[in-house]
C-alpha cells in the first residue's frame, strides 16, 4: 500500500469512528472541553507568535482535523486555511466550523502543499500533526512551508523533542521524538531559523518529559528561500498495510472509558470498529462478548465467539469462554440444540 493512502485510510477510519477523541485524546467527552482545549492551544499559539502577531495575515494549520484550533484563532486572523489528509476529518470540520467565515478547509496529499502557490502565507502552524507522519513526511513538509510562507514569515509548530525515537513507515499514530541538535539543523536546512531557541533549549540534548507534556511551540522563521527537492519517488513509497499497536491500544482504552462511563453502546461501536481493521485483537473480541453478555444480548455473544474461534481455532480461552456460555444459555433457556 502506497504511503500516501496509509495515512488517508487510518485518519479517515479514525475520524469515523470519534473524530474528537484522536483529535484530543484528554478533552474529548463533549463539545465543550473539546472546544476549550482548542482556544487553550489558540492562545498559546498566538502567545508563540508574541510581538509578531498580525490580524491582517493569512495563516495555515497544517492537520487541522475538525477545525478545534482553526475557530478560537479565527478573530485574530484575516483569512485562515486549514489542510488534512484525511477527508472525514475535512467533512465533519464544516458542521463544527459553520459559522466562521474567515476559515476553509481543504483535503490535501498528506505530504505536500501544492494546492497553494508560493509565498502565500504569513504565518504557517501545526499542533500535534507532525508527531505521527513518517519523518521525510516531516522533512517535505519544512520544504513546502518554506516554498508557501512569504519571506520573513513564521512557522509556529509543535513536536516532541528528546531522545531519537522512530516508528515503522506504516504507523500513522505512534510518536516520533526528534533530538533538538538534528531539528535545528533540519530547521536550518529548509530555510528556517529557531526564533525562540531559549523556550526550548534542553540544558541537556534531550528535553524533560514535562517539556513534552507541555506540548510547546518552537517559533522559526523564513530566513531563506530554499528550492525543494520534489522528492516523488519517496512519496510513492510501498508500505504494509499493517495496524499500530498503539491503535489498537487507543480503541481499547477509548471502549473502555465508555464503560466507565455507562456508554455501553458506545463501546461495543467501537470493540466492533476495531475488529473491523485488526481481527487480531483478542481482547476486542472477548471484551465485546462481555459487553453482550453484561447487556443480556447473549446470542450475539455466542455469535462472536463463534466467529473468533473459527477465526483463531488454537485459542484456548475464546474456546473456553464460548462453551461456558453456550452452557449457560442451555441452563437458562433449557435448550441444548447450540452447538459450538
Ligand atoms: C491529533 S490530530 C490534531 C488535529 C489538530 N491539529 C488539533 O490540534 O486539533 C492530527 C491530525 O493530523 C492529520 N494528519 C495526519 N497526518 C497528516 C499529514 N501527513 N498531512 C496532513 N494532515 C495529517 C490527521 O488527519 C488529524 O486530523
Same mark, same amino acid.
Given at each position: 500500500?502506497?504511503?500516501?493512502?496509509?495515512?488517508?485510510?487510518?485518519?479517515?477510519?479514525r475520524a469515523k469512528?470519534h473524530a474528537r477523541f484522536w483529535i484530543a485524546?484528554?478533552d474529548y467527552?463533549n463539545e465543550t472541553v473539546f472546544a476549550e482545549s482548542g482556544e487553550?492551544t489558540a492562545?498559546?499559539?498566538?502567545?508563540?507568535?508574541?510581538?509578531?502577531?498580525?490580524?491582517?495575515?493569512?495563516?495555515?494549520d497544517?492537520g487541522c482535523g475538525i477545525g478545534r484550533v482553526l475557530k478560537p484563532l479565527a478573530?485574530?486572523?484575516?483569512?485562515l486555511i486549514g489542510v488534512d489528509?484525511s477527508a472525514e476529518m475535512i467533512n465533519k470540520s464544516k458542521s463544527w466550523l459553520q459559522d466562521v467565515h474567515n476559515v476553509t478547509t481543504v483535503e490535501?496529499?498528506?505530504?505536500?502543499?501544492?494546492?497553494?502557490?508560493?509565498?502565500?502565507?504569513?504565518?504557517?502552524?501545526?499542533y500535534?500533526?507532525?508527531?505521527?507522519?513518517?519523518?521525510?513526511?516531516?522533512?517535505?513538509?519544512?520544504?513546502?512551508?518554506?516554498?508557501?510562507? &512569504?519571506?520573513?514569515?513564521?512557522?509556529?509548530?509543535?513536536?516532541?523533542?528528546?531522545?531519537?525515537?522512530?516508528?515503522?513507515?506504516?504507523?500513522?499514530?505512534?510518536?516520533?521524538?526528534?533530538?533538538?541538535?538534528?531539528?535545528?539543523? &533540519?530547521?536550518?536546512?529548509?530555510?528556517?531559523?529557531?526564533?525562540?531557541?531559549?523556550?526550548?533549549?534542553?540544558?541537556?540534548?534531550?528535553?524533560?518529559?514535562?517539556?513534552?507534556?507541555?506540548?510547546?511551540?518552537?517559533? %522559526?522563521? &523564513?530566513?531563506?528561500?530554499?528550492?525543494?527537492?520534489?522528492?516523488?519517488?519517496?512519496?510513492?513509497?510501498?508500505?504494509?498495510?499493517?495496524?499500530?499497536?498503539?491503535?489498537?491500544?487507543?480503541?481499547?482504552?477509548? %471502549?473502555?472509558?465508555?464503560?466507565?462511563?455507562? &456508554?455501553?453502546?458506545? %463501546?461495543?461501536?467501537?470493540?466492533?470498529?476495531?475488529?473491523?481493521?485488526?481481527?487480531?485483537?483478542?481482547?476486542?473480541?472477548?471484551?465485546?462478548?462481555?459487553?453482550?453478555?453484561?447487556?443480556?444480548?447473549?446470542?450475539? %455473544?455466542?455469535?462472536?465467539?463463534?466467529?473468533?474461534? +473459527?477465526?483463531?481455532? +488454537?485459542?484456548?480461552?475464546?474456546?473456553?469462554?464460548?462453551?461456558?456460555?453456550?452452557?449457560?444459555?442451555?441452563?437458562?433457556?433449557?435448550?441444548?440444540?447450540?452447538?459450538?
Amino acid at each position: 500500500m502506497n504511503i500516501v493512502m496509509k495515512m488517508k485510510q487510518d485518519w479517515n477510519r479514525r475520524a469515523k469512528h470519534h473524530a474528537r477523541f484522536w483529535i484530543a485524546t484528554e478533552d474529548y467527552q463533549n463539545e465543550t472541553v473539546f472546544a476549550e482545549s482548542g482556544e487553550v492551544t489558540a492562545k498559546t499559539i498566538l502567545s508563540t507568535l508574541g510581538l509578531h502577531h498580525r490580524n491582517t495575515w493569512t495563516a495555515l494549520d497544517i492537520g487541522c482535523g475538525i477545525g478545534r484550533v482553526l475557530k478560537p484563532l479565527a478573530p485574530y486572523f484575516y483569512k485562515l486555511i486549514g489542510v488534512d489528509v484525511s477527508a472525514e476529518m475535512i467533512n465533519k470540520s464544516k458542521s463544527w466550523l459553520q459559522d466562521v467565515h474567515n476559515v476553509t478547509t481543504v483535503e490535501s496529499s498528506g505530504v505536500d502543499l501544492s494546492l497553494f502557490p508560493p509565498r502565500y502565507f504569513d504565518v504557517v502552524y501545526s499542533y500535534v500533526t507532525f508527531q505521527h507522519m513518517p519523518r521525510p513526511v516531516f522533512d517535505l513538509y519544512l520544504e513546502e512551508i518554506n516554498r508557501v510562507l &512569504k519571506p520573513q514569515g513564521f512557522l509556529v509548530f509543535q513536536i516532541p523533542i528528546g531522545r531519537h525515537l522512530d516508528a515503522p513507515l506504516e504507523d500513522t499514530i505512534a510518536i516520533r521524538f526528534y533530538e533538538y541538535r538534528d531539528l535545528i539543523e &533540519k530547521l536550518s536546512r529548509t530555510g528556517f531559523r529557531l526564533s525562540n531557541p531559549q523556550h526550548q533549549a534542553p540544558t541537556s540534548l534531550h528535553a524533560t518529559k514535562q517539556d513534552v507534556a507541555q506540548h510547546e511551540f518552537l517559533l %522559526a522563521q &523564513k530566513v531563506n528561500t530554499i528550492r525543494p527537492d520534489i522528492n516523488v519517488g519517496w512519496v510513492q513509497t510501498e508500505c504494509r498495510d499493517q495496524t499500530s499497536w498503539i491503535d489498537t491500544h487507543m480503541y481499547l482504552a477509548f %471502549a473502555e472509558d465508555c464503560l466507565l462511563r455507562g &456508554k455501553q453502546e458506545e %463501546a461495543m461501536r467501537t470493540y466492533e470498529s476495531l475488529l473491523e481493521h485488526n481481527p487480531s485483537s483478542l481482547e476486542a473480541w472477548l471484551q465485546l462478548a462481555t459487553v453482550l453478555i453484561d447487556n443480556g444480548k447473549i446470542d450475539q %455473544a455466542i455469535s462472536k465467539l463463534t466467529d473468533l474461534t +473459527h477465526a483463531y481455532p +488454537h485459542y484456548p480461552e475464546g474456546h473456553q469462554t464460548l462453551q461456558n456460555l453456550i452452557r449457560q444459555r442451555q441452563r437458562t433457556t433449557g435448550t441444548s440444540s447450540l452447538n459450538a
